[in-house]
């Protein structure tokens, strides 16, 4: 019989967007659940980009400084705290991503700590209360550090056969891990009901948060800015409200 998950009551919590399918709407997610937390919640935020790719920061119109590798918190232990950069939202910072990180499964298996990732966000908040997670779409010990780091784990799902099987390797992942695991939140991404399948999909797991496939969500790309700010009467603002909304039930916060 397996243990029930674990859910954070109250104090912070590390969110992780996670998959194990590239294309999904991941960082669109984490960089928009960062921004909620912050402007709706009113928590003091920070949203770390795990993923080499640096999409989260260039979200926010930031770039990674070269001259501080962000794997170096994990090798070398430098401070977490000397690569956070501000946005220029209220309460929202960014851990940016760069180039260092393609390797990041190898040095975390060279150091041989399995709980360094959990231990530097539990580092970090006594200054934030939310976390996101922006990961890449692996499975090896970077993926299994942020299970075990994490309070809540999101994983976005358009509605496709593939995704479906993305999302039971996900869950097997989670759930195998032999302790108590964070809880699972799936969310329908890139939501298009115009779509026989999309439809389908929405009417069998109809209390599932969904994000719309819609132009806003594009846009909040090319403008850098999250959607909440680009176009808050959009069906996208409202479906990531709505999100943010399911993830402070999870954690009991709401």
């Known amino acids: 019989m397996s243990k029930a998950p674990r859910v954070k009551a109250d104090g912070g919590a590390t969110i992780a967007v996670y998959s194990v399918k590239g294309g999904v709407g991941k960082t669109t997610i984490a960089a928009n659940l960062a921004w909620c937390s912050a402007e709706l919640s009113a928590h003091p935020t920070l949203l770390w980009d795990l993923d080499a790719a640096g999409g989260s920061g260039f979200l926010y119109g930031l770039d990674a400084k070269s001259a501080k590798p962000a794997e170096d918190v994990f090798s070398k232990e430098r401070a977490a705290r000397s690569l956070i950069r501000k946005t220029g939202y209220e309460g929202l910072d960014v851990l940016p991503a760069d180039e260092s ?17 959990a231990k530097l966000t539990s580092g970090l908040t006594d200054r934030y209360e939310r976390i996101v997670l922006d990961c890449p779409p692996v499975m090896n ?22 995704s479906s099987r993305a999302f039971d390797i996900v869950v097997s992942e989670v759930t195998g891990t032999g302790k108590r695991h964070p809880p699972i939140l799936p ?68």
């Open 141 to 162: 010990e970077l993926s299994a550090q942020v299970i075990r780091a994490a309070d809540l784990i999101i994983v976005p799902l358009p509605p496709s056969p593939l």
């Open 187 to 254: 969310v329908f991404s890139m939501l298009d009901m115009r779509r026989t399948l999309h439809r389908t999909a929405r009417e069998e797991h109809p209390d599932w948060p969904a994000i719309p496939y819609a132009s806003a969500v594009e846009q909040c790309a090319a403008q850098q800015r999250p959607v909440g700010a680009l176009a808050p009467q959009s069906s996208a603002a409202r479906g990531f409200i709505g999100l943010w909304q399911a993830i402070e039930r999870k954690l009991g916060a709401a």
């Open 101 to 117: 990180i393609r390797a990041l499964d190898a040095q975390l298996m060279q150091i041989g700590k399995r709980k360094r990732l």
